[in-house]
């Protein structure tokens, strides 16, 4: 049974800083690319970061480019998102996503065949 563990949400002050982690588990996760993105209350899921699955490339939505960086660490099984300079409009559940094998476009949510249930960040102002 695949399963995707998200952890380290939680309550910021505008300007400070998170680590996102995924603990995946039920799949050989060197073996896919993963991603993490958000939903905000009363907004569609967007993406926010991908990774292919030797880490060489990395993808960012324009929104985060330069204040979240994406990693993973495949002997641990776990995916981060190191996420700094927070605002407000960052407040979302984020969720990781584990994209089949052979998947090119990692910006789709339909390119992901697992998915996590999600941690909150809230930031306030």
């Known amino acids: 049974q695949v399963q995707l563990v998200e952890s380290g949400g939680g309550l910021v002050e505008a300007g400070g800083s998170l680590r996102l982690s995924c603990a995946a588990s039920?799949?050989?996760?060197?073996?896919?690319?993963m991603g993490w993105f958000r939903q905000a209350p009363g907004e569609d899921r967007e993406f926010a970061a991908a990774i292919t699955w030797s880490g060489g490339r990395t993808y960012y939505a324009d929104s985060v480019k330069g204040r979240f960086t994406i990693s993973r660490d495949n002997a641990k099984k776990t995916v981060y998102l190191q996420v700094n300079s927070l605002a407000p409009e960052d407040t979302a559940v984020y969720y990781c996503a584990a994209a089949a094998p052979g998947t090119n476009n990692l910006y789709y949510a339909r390119s992901y065949a697992y998915w996590g249930q999600g941690t909150q960040v809230t930031v306030s102002s």
């Open positions: 039920g799949l050989s996760v060197s073996a896919y690319s």
